[in-house]
């Protein structure tokens, strides 16, 4: 973000909405964390009661990518149900209240947005993905 930032202000000769830049980053990752922790107690606990191990035995780097991949999908269907149905709308709209589309609007989120997250993801922890796998591709 810092180079973007100053590419926008050198090479573009633009001015660099700094501001919004911190706010977007405060207002997304640094409060987020805490409620982070709901989602990942959540998820192991779900993993924890949860009668398939599909993934013992499986090499690490294998359910590494696979995780991946399943993340990936679970993000895919959180994301688009957010700009669905209305009370996820009302979580995930502060992401595109930002004035200047930017990197570090990506990362303007609602602080518990992640507790929404867990219905998305909890098929990872289901099938057996281990908790510190999910925490390593999410």
């Given at each position: 973000?810092?180079?973007?930032?100053?590419?926008?202000?050198?090479?573009?000769?633009?001015q660099?909405p700094?501001?919004?830049?911190?706010?977007?980053?405060?207002?997304?990752?640094?409060?987020?964390?805490?409620?982070?922790?709901?989602?990942?107690?959540?998820?192991?606990?779900?993993?924890?009661?949860?009668?398939?191990?599909?993934?013992?035995?499986?090499?690490?780097?294998?359910?590494?990518?696979?995780?991946?991949i399943?993340?990936?999908?679970?993000?895919?269907?959180?994301?688009r149900?957010?700009?669905?149905?209305?009370?996820?709308?009302?979580?995930?709209?502060?992401?595109?209240?930002?004035?200047?589309?930017?990197?570090?609007?990506?990362?303007?989120?609602?602080?518990?947005?992640?507790?929404?997250?867990?219905?998305?993801?909890?098929?990872?922890?289901?099938?057996?993905?281990?908790?510190?796998?999910?925490?390593?591709?999410?």
């Open positions: 973000m810092l180079s973007e930032g100053l590419y926008t202000k050198f090479a573009r000769k633009k660099v700094w501001k919004e830049m911190i706010y977007n980053l405060n207002s997304g990752h640094l409060i987020m964390w805490i409620f982070r922790g709901f989602e990942i107690v959540g998820y192991y606990y779900i993993w924890l009661h949860s009668p398939f191990r599909l993934f013992e035995g499986v090499p690490y780097w294998a359910t590494v990518a696979i995780a991946f399943c993340w990936d999908f679970g993000f895919y269907w959180f994301h149900m957010h700009h669905k149905f209305p009370v996820l709308w009302a979580l995930h709209n502060v992401h595109h209240e930002g004035e200047h589309f930017n990197l570090s609007l990506g990362i303007r989120n609602a602080w518990f947005s992640s507790i929404s997250a867990l219905p998305f993801y909890s098929f990872m922890a289901i099938a057996g993905i281990p908790t510190e796998i999910f925490v390593l591709v999410a």
